[in-house]
């Protein structure tokens, strides 16, 4: 099992460009998750996806879109990039059934920098 | 609404001495509690989770955490650091808000380092 996977892991934009960070799990998990990690600010999340078909916002959605392909794929888009975007993105997933004390499986992460 | 505090940012021992990564947390309802390790330019691994079966929650590497309810808090501990071990430590709470947020509140992190 890759278990959670995540491409590009680096990536240079320049502002207004766009881009989508894909994700991929192999674990059968029903939530997957979008975060975004700031130096000194612990790990935010933009978006989740309870189950396949729904998607929901975080704490910083603003400047994100995300699409939920599938159960496995869950894939995050920056419509127009911004300096402020700068940022490393994890990807995790969990849950084959519901839990309250399912753990999330983090991907290896994307590193943006925004020009 | 749930919130996690970890009270050092930056933590330094010795190898071979006893570490101690403090964190605390406030829930409205019996929280899930996890710690999550980040070594350099890698993704989270998990070390440990609290599932409310037992307090003291042992972990992988060594690692165990103790859940203190009256006192809100659920501090990470080994008893010998090991060169490794250098790297940073989340704390982590869930609970299940009214809106059926799933996702999880993370600490600012802690950065541990272990001098020769």
């Known amino acids: 099992n890759a278990g959670v996977t995540q491409t590009p892991k680096f990536q240079v934009l320049k502002t207004g460009q766009s881009m989508t960070l894909q994700c991929a799990q192999d674990?059968?998990?029903?939530?997957m998750y979008w975060y975004r990690q700031d130096p000194g600010m612990g790990l935010r999340l933009i978006y989740y996806?309870?189950?396949?078909?729904?998607?929901d916002k975080g704490e910083v959605p603003n400047g994100y879109n995300v699409s939920r392909l599938n159960k496995r794929e869950f894939s995050l888009r920056l419509e127009s990039a911004a300096p402020s975007q700068t940022s490393v993105y994890f990807c995790?997933?969990?849950?084959?059934?519901?839990?309250?004390?399912?753990?999330?499986?983090f991907g290896p992460g994307t590193r943006l920098t925004v020009l | 609404a749930q919130s996690v505090t970890q009270l050092d940012s930056h933590v330094s021992v010795s190898e071979g001495t006893p570490v101690l990564l403090r964190c605390n947390y406030s829930?409205?309802?019996?929280?899930?509690l996890f710690w999550y390790v980040q070594h350099p330019n890698k993704g989270l691994q998990l070390l440990l989770k609290?599932?409310?079966?037992?307090?003291l929650v042992k972990g992988i590497n060594g690692f165990e955490a103790e859940f203190k309810k009256s006192e809100t808090s659920f501090h990470l501990t080994k008893p010998s650091a090991h060169m490794s071990d250098a790297a940073e430590y989340f704390c982590?709470?869930?609970?299940?808000?009214?809106?059926?947020?799933?996702?999880?509140?993370f600490g600012k992190g802690t950065h541990l380092i272990i001098q020769p």
């Open positions: 995790a997933s969990s849950g084959v059934r519901q839990g309250y004390y399912n753990e999330q499986f």
């Open positions: 674990m059968n998990h029903n939530s």
């Open positions: 996806s309870a189950s396949e078909g729904t998607t």
């Open positions: 829930s409205s309802y019996s929280p899930s």
């Open positions: 609290y599932t409310s079966a037992a307090t």
């Open positions: 982590v709470v869930r609970e299940l808000s009214g809106g059926g947020a799933d996702g999880l509140t």
